[in-house]
């Protein structure tokens, strides 16, 4: 059973920072690209960050280059997410999903590209 649980999540002050877990089970993650949505209040799921199965290639959204660093552990079948300087407009569900993929430099943050999703990790930043 494919399974993709999000954590790290939690309340934090503008300028702090976070980092987010995706914990995958039921399938090797090496053969996985893996991207990072995240929805606000009252707006659509956006792509953030992804990462290919190589690790050589990561995709950051405007919104939160410079800030963010994905990364990936395939040994512990887990993909992170560190953001720092986090702002009051970074609070959102964050979500992170996996595809299959034979192509080991590619990633995308396109939501209709991904199979699985885990359910998502809260984060808000408020002072």
């Known amino acids: 059973q494919v399974q993709l649980v999000e954590s790290g999540g939690g309340l934090v002050q503008p300028g702090g920072s976070l980092r987010l877990s995706c914990a995958t089970s039921?399938?090797?993650?090496?053969?996985?690209?893996i991207g990072w949505f995240r929805q606000a209040p009252g707006k659509e799921r956006e792509g953030i960050s992804c990462?290919?199965?190589?690790?050589?290639?990561?995709y950051y959204d405007d919104s939160v280059k410079g800030r963010s660093t994905i990364s990936r552990d395939n040994a512990k079948s887990t993909v992170y997410l560190q953001m720092n300087s986090l702002k009051p407009e970074d609070t959102a569900v964050y979500y992170c999903?996996?595809?299959?993929?034979?192509?080991?430099?590619?990633?995308?943050?396109?939501?209709?590209?991904?199979?699985?999703w885990g359910q998502g990790t809260q984060v808000t930043v408020s002072s």
């Open positions: 039921g399938f090797t993650l090496d053969y996985y690209a």
């Open positions: 999903a996996a595809v299959f993929t034979l192509r080991p430099t590619e990633c995308s943050v396109l939501e209709g590209s991904y199979d699985y």
């Open positions: 990462i290919s199965t190589s690790d050589s290639s990561t």
